[in-house]
C-alpha cells in the first residue's frame, strides 16, 4: 500500500506556489531511509519570480523605521515559539535528529537570536558628525545593502535559515532564502509563519538543488550572496559573484582542533569533547572532531574516550537515550564511511567505525588514533560521527598541527594553565578559540572563520553590519 507523499511549495510574493514547470524531487527522511514529501525543483522561472518580489518589496521595507522592523522580527520570535512543536515535527522529518534535543538545543537559541536582530534593528548607528573640513559637516549613513540571495545547509535547517534571514530583515534587506533540497521542510513552515507577519515579498522561499543556487547566485538582481555551505559550494559562489561584484558571504567547512595538554581534567575533557564531537552526529562545521593530546596522557584519553564513545547511543528520533540521529543522505553514509575504509594501516579505530542498523543512514560513534598530520582523515573534513586523536609533544607542535589545515572556523583548549590559554588563543589561527569548553554559541559573539573556511560573520553586531553598506554625507554650512 503506497502512501501519498506531502506536497511542499516554493512561497513567492506572499503565496504558496509550485515551481513553474511542474518538476519535483523527493524529500527523504533520514531516520527511515524513505520519501515523506515532495518539493519543488526551482528553475529560472521560479527565481525570477522570487527576485522580482523581492525586489518590488525592498523600496517600502528599506523605508520602514527600526522600530517597525524590531517590531515584525519580535512577532516572529514569539511565532516560532508558539509554533515550536510543528517546527520541531518538520525538523525531525528533515534530518531525523532527536525530538528532545531538537527541542531543547534549536527553538531556544533560534528564538533568541531572532529577538537579539530585532533590537539590532535599533542600533544602526555611524560616527558622530564632525567637521573635518572647513565650512562641511560629515556624517555616516548605514544602508540596507538590497535583496540578499541566500542558501541555508541540511545540518541545521531552521537554525542557519534565522541566522540568514533575521540580520538581513532587522537591517531593511528583503531576502529569497534556498533551503537545501534534502532538508525544506521547516523552511517552508518558516515561510508560512513569518510571512503571514512581514509585507509580500520581504521574505521568499525557493526549493530546489544546486542548479537553482546557482541561478540565485547568478542573478542579476541581489545585492549579496550568502551561503553556508562545503568549500567547494563557497568557491563557486565567489566566482560567480564576482562577474557583477556582489557582496559575498561565506560559511564553510571546518576541522577543528581540540588541544588536550597534560594538566587537563581528562574525565571532564573527555566528556565535553565527546558530546562536542558527537552532537548532531557531528555534522556541524564547528564539531570537535581532531583532537590534540599531549604524549604524557594520550593513552589515558584515548582509553577514556573510546569508552565514552561506546556508551553513547544513536537512534530514532523518539528514542530520549540518543545524543544523535542518522547521517542526513546516502552520499553522506558514503563519505564517511569511506573516510574509515581508506584509512592507513597505521591507524587503529579505538571505537566503532560502522553503520548502525538497516535502516536509515545512522553511523555509530566513532574514534580513530595513531594518525599522522597528514593523512586524510585529519586534513579534510569528514562530517560525521569521527573523532581522531594525534600525540603531540610540545605547545610549539600542538600549534603547528592545529593550524596545519586549509580550515580555521573554530578551535578549543583544554588546560588549567591561564598563561598557556592566553597563548594559546593568539597563536591560534581559527574564528573561535573556546577554552575548556567546545560549541557553546550566544547570539551576542561572532561566528565565522579564515582561510577556506569563509569570511563575514553570523550572529552579534559584526554579522548585523554585514548586511548593511555605507554612506559618506557631506553638506556645506554656508546655504
Not at 564632525?130 to 559637516?137: N, S
Not at 534556498?178 to 521574505?203: Q, R
Not at 597563548?423 to 578559540?433: A, E, Y
Given at each position: 500500500?503506497?502512501?501519498?507523499?506531502?506536497?511542499?511549495?516554493?512561497?513567492?510574493?506572499?503565496?504558496?506556489?509550485?515551481?513553474?514547470?511542474?518538476?519535483?524531487?523527493?524529500?527523504?527522511?533520514?531516520?527511515?531511509?524513505?520519501?515523506?514529501?515532495?518539493?519543488?525543483?526551482?528553475?529560472?522561472?521560479?527565481?525570477?519570480?522570487?527576485?522580482?518580489?523581492?525586489?518590488?518589496?525592498?523600496?517600502?521595507?528599506?523605508?520602514?523605521?527600526?522600530?517597525?522592523?524590531?517590531?515584525?522580527?519580535?512577532?516572529?520570535?514569539?511565532?516560532?515559539?508558539?509554533?515550536?512543536?510543528?517546527?520541531?515535527?518538520?525538523?525531525?522529518?528533515?534530518t531525523g535528529k532527536p525530538?528532545?534535543?531538537?527541542?531543547?538545543?534549536?527553538?531556544?537559541?533560534?528564538?533568541?537570536?531572532?529577538?537579539?536582530?530585532?533590537?539590532?534593528?535599533?542600533?544602526?548607528?555611524?560616527?558622530?558628525?564632525?567637521?573635518?573640513?572647513?565650512?562641511?559637516?560629515?556624517?555616516?549613513?548605514?544602508?540596507?545593502?538590497?535583496?540578499?540571495?541566500?542558501?541555508?545547509?541540511?545540518?541545521?535547517?531552521?537554525?542557519?535559515?534565522?541566522?540568514?534571514?533575521?540580520?538581513?530583515?532587522?537591517?531593511?534587506?528583503?531576502?529569497?532564502?534556498?533551503?537545501?533540497?534534502?532538508?525544506?521542510?521547516?523552511?517552508?513552515?518558516?515561510?508560512?509563519?513569518?510571512?503571514?507577519?512581514?509585507?509580500?515579498?520581504?521574505?521568499?522561499?525557493?526549493?530546489?538543488?544546486?542548479?537553482?543556487?546557482?541561478?540565485?547566485?547568478?542573478?542579476?538582481?541581489?545585492?549579496?550572496?550568502?551561503?553556508?555551505?562545503?568549500?567547494?559550494?563557497?568557491?563557486?559562489?565567489?566566482?560567480?559573484?564576482?562577474?557583477?561584484?556582489?557582496?559575498?558571504?561565506?560559511?564553510?567547512?571546518?576541522?577543528?582542533?581540540?588541544?588536550?595538554?597534560?594538566?587537563?581534567?581528562?574525565?571532564?575533557?573527555?566528556?565535553?569533547?565527546?558530546?562536542?564531537?558527537?552532537?548532531?552526529?557531528?555534522?556541524?562545521?564547528?564539531?570537535?572532531?581532531?583532537?590534540?593530546?599531549?604524549?604524557?596522557?594520550h593513552d589515558e584519553f584515548?582509553?577514556?574516550?573510546?569508552?565514552?564513545?561506546?556508551?553513547?547511543?544513536?537512534?530514532?528520533?523518539?528514542?530520549?537515550?540518543?545524543?544523535?540521529?542518522?547521517?542526513?543522505?546516502?552520499?553522506?553514509?558514503?563519505?564517511?564511511?569511506?573516510?574509515?575504509?581508506?584509512?592507513?594501516?597505521?591507524?587503529?579505530?579505538?571505537?566503532?567505525?560502522?553503520?548502525?542498523?538497516?535502516?536509515?543512514?545512522?553511523?555509530?560513534?566513532?574514534?580513530?588514533?595513531?594518525?599522522?598530520?597528514?593523512?586524510?582523515?585529519?586534513?579534510?573534513?569528514?562530517?560525521?560521527?569521527?573523532?581522531?586523536?594525534?600525540?603531540?609533544?610540545?605547545?610549539?607542535?600542538?600549534?603547528?598541527?592545529?593550524?596545519?589545515?586549509?580550515y580555521a572556523l573554530a578551535?578549543?583548549?583544554?588546560?588549567?594553565?591561564?598563561?598557556?590559554?592566553?597563548?594559546?588563543?593568539?597563536?591560534?589561527?581559527?574564528?573561535?578559540?573556546?577554552?575548556?569548553?567546545?560549541?557553546?554559541?550566544?547570539?551576542?559573539?561572532?561566528?565565522?572563520?579564515?582561510?577556506?573556511?569563509?569570511?563575514?560573520?553570523?550572529?552579534?553586531?559584526?554579522?548585523?553590519?554585514?548586511?548593511?553598506?555605507?554612506?559618506?554625507?557631506?553638506?556645506?554650512?554656508?546655504?
Amino acid at each position: 500500500m503506497s502512501t501519498e507523499l506531502r506536497r511542499l511549495r516554493n512561497y513567492i510574493d506572499g503565496e504558496f506556489r509550485d515551481a513553474a514547470d511542474g518538476r519535483t524531487t523527493d524529500v527523504v527522511n533520514p531516520a527511515t531511509g524513505e520519501a515523506y514529501a515532495t518539493a519543488p525543483l526551482s528553475g529560472q522561472a521560479d527565481v525570477d519570480a522570487a527576485m522580482a518580489a523581492a525586489a518590488a518589496a525592498f523600496p517600502a521595507w528599506r523605508d520602514t523605521t527600526p522600530a517597525e522592523r524590531q517590531k515584525a522580527l519580535l512577532k516572529i520570535a514569539d511565532a516560532f515559539e508558539e509554533r515550536a512543536e510543528e517546527l520541531i515535527a518538520a525538523e525531525v522529518e528533515n534530518t531525523g535528529k532527536p525530538i528532545g534535543l531538537t527541542r531543547s538545543e534549536e527553538i531556544p537559541p533560534m528564538v533568541d537570536q531572532i529577538r537579539f536582530f530585532a533590537g539590532a534593528a535599533r542600533m544602526l548607528e555611524g560616527r558622530g558628525a564632525g567637521e573635518y573640513m572647513e565650512g562641511l559637516t560629515s556624517f555616516v549613513r548605514r544602508e540596507p545593502i538590497g535583496v540578499c540571495a541566500q542558501v541555508a545547509p541540511w545540518n541545521y535547517p531552521m537554525m542557519m535559515a534565522v541566522w540568514k534571514f533575521a540580520p538581513a530583515l532587522a537591517a531593511g534587506n528583503t531576502v529569497v532564502l534556498k533551503p537545501s533540497d534534502t532538508t525544506p521542510a521547516s523552511t517552508a513552515l518558516m515561510a508560512d509563519i513569518t510571512g503571514s507577519i512581514v509585507p509580500k515579498g520581504v521574505f521568499n522561499v525557493v526549493c530546489g538543488d544546486r542548479d537553482t543556487g546557482r541561478l540565485m547566485v547568478e542573478h542579476e538582481t541581489p545585492a549579496m550572496a550568502s551561503i553556508t555551505g562545503s568549500v567547494r559550494a563557497g568557491m563557486s559562489v565567489a566566482e560567480s559573484a564576482s562577474k557583477d561584484l556582489k557582496r559575498v558571504h561565506l560559511e564553510l567547512g571546518g576541522k577543528a582542533p581540540v588541544v588536550v595538554f597534560e594538566d587537563t581534567d581528562i574525565p571532564k575533557a573527555v566528556a565535553g569533547i565527546s558530546e562536542a564531537g558527537y552532537f548532531n552526529a557531528g555534522q556541524d562545521c564547528t564539531a570537535a572532531t581532531r583532537v590534540l593530546v599531549h604524549e604524557s596522557v594520550h593513552d589515558e584519553f584515548v582509553s577514556a574516550l573510546a569508552k565514552a564513545a561506546s556508551e553513547i547511543k544513536t537512534g530514532q528520533p523518539d528514542d530520549e537515550d540518543v545524543l544523535y540521529g542518522p547521517l542526513n543522505n546516502p552520499n553522506q553514509l558514503k563519505q564517511v564511511s569511506g573516510f574509515i575504509e581508506r584509512l592507513p594501516a597505521h591507524a587503529k579505530v579505538e571505537a566503532g567505525g560502522h553503520q548502525v542498523g538497516d535502516k536509515g543512514y545512522f553511523y555509530a560513534p566513532t574514534v580513530v588514533s595513531g594518525l599522522k598530520q597528514d593523512d586524510e582523515i585529519i586534513q579534510q573534513e569528514v562530517f560525521g560521527p569521527v573523532i581522531t586523536v594525534q600525540s603531540f609533544r610540545d605547545e610549539d607542535q600542538a600549534v603547528e598541527w592545529a593550524n596545519g589545515v586549509e580550515y580555521a572556523l573554530a578551535s578549543s583548549v583544554w588546560t588549567k594553565d591561564h598563561g598557556r590559554a592566553m597563548r594559546m588563543s593568539k597563536k591560534l589561527d581559527f574564528g573561535c578559540v573556546w577554552i575548556n569548553t567546545h560549541i557553546p554559541l550566544v547570539a551576542e559573539m561572532p561566528h565565522g572563520g579564515f582561510k577556506k573556511s569563509g569570511y563575514g560573520k553570523d550572529l552579534s553586531g559584526y554579522g548585523f553590519e554585514d548586511y548593511t553598506r555605507i554612506k559618506h554625507v557631506m553638506t556645506s554650512l554656508d546655504v
